[in-house]
T-cell receptor, first 112, second 114 residues
Framework: AQSVTQPDIHITVSEGASLELRCNYS??????LFWYVQSPGQGLQLLLK??????LVQGIKGFEAEFKRSQSSFNLRKPSVHWSDAAEYFC??????????FGGGTRVLVKP | DTGVSQDPRHKITKRGQNVTFRCDPI?????LYWYRQTLGQGPEFLTY????????KSRLLSDRFSAERPKGSFSTLEIQRTEQGDSAMYLC????????????FGPGTRLTVT
């Protein structure tokens, strides 16, 4: 069965610094990959998605992610973090054509 | 487009009581999903519908749980004889049909069983 691992439970970053969140998946073929963000008390909002083609994908709010098949990874990056980026971030895969399998999430704290 | 809505947003109930949650998807979306999210964890899939047909149920969905989507529009999730372990955020999402279609999530219903 497919699985998603987000190795970092918490990350603290200074405002203006760069951010990278790690995501590793387990699946035999190329999955459909997603990053979602969840602010306190809110539902999940899609940041970006990868299905095929260019392995570097751009998303909303200045985020990008790179798919690396050899490493089974789909890491999320942002060059300069804003205080409003403090939230929980979830990586997810869709392999069965219907349901999403999520990682455990990474909580991002932004220091002023 | 009003997005996915869920009602209620919060529910506190005593152990052993029944609860029912409602989800209204985006109107043109054929698929509707239910997920459960416990504190500090990612959402876990419970079940999904395509139109009114329930096509898959997770093993997490015990026989105390039942979901319906009677006319292929809104859906309800009922939990009978609630237990403290049912305390969680219940998330609903909807999408068009293909696996590349984004799932749009509602704000969730937070259930607390005392």
């Amino acid at each position: 069965a497919q699985s998603v691992t987000q190795p970092d439970i918490h990350i603290t970053v200074s405002e203006g610094a760069s951010l990278e969140l790690r995501c590793n998946y387990s699946y035999g073929a190329t999955p459909y990959l997603f990053w979602y963000v969840q602010s306190p008390g809110q539902g999940l909002q899609l940041l970006l998605k990868y299905f095929s083609g260019d392995t570097l994908v751009q998303g909303i709010k200045g985020f990008e992610a790179e798919f690396k098949r050899s490493q089974s990874s789909f890491n999320l990056r942002k060059p300069s973090v804003h205080w409003s980026d403090a939230a929980e971030y979830f990586c997810a895969v869709n392999t069965a054509g219907n349901k999403l399998t999520f990682g455990g999430g990474t909580r991002v704290l932004v220091k002023p | 487009d009003t997005g996915v809505s869920q009602d209620p947003r919060h529910k506190i109930t005593k152990r052993g009581q029944n609860v029912t949650f409602r989800c209204d998807p985006i109107s043109e979306h054929n698929r509707l999903y239910w997920y459960r999210q416990t504190l500090g964890q990612g959402p876990e899939f419970l079940t999904y519908f395509q139109n009114e047909a329930q096509l898959e149920k997770s093993r997490l969905l015990s026989d105390r749980f039942s979901a319906e989507r009677p006319k292929g529009s809104f859906s309800t999730l009922e939990i009978q004889r609630t237990e403290q372990g049912d305390s969680a955020m219940y998330l609903c999402a909807s999408s068009l049909v293909t696996p590349t279609d984004e799932q749009y999530f509602g704000p969730g219903t937070r259930l607390t069983v005392t």
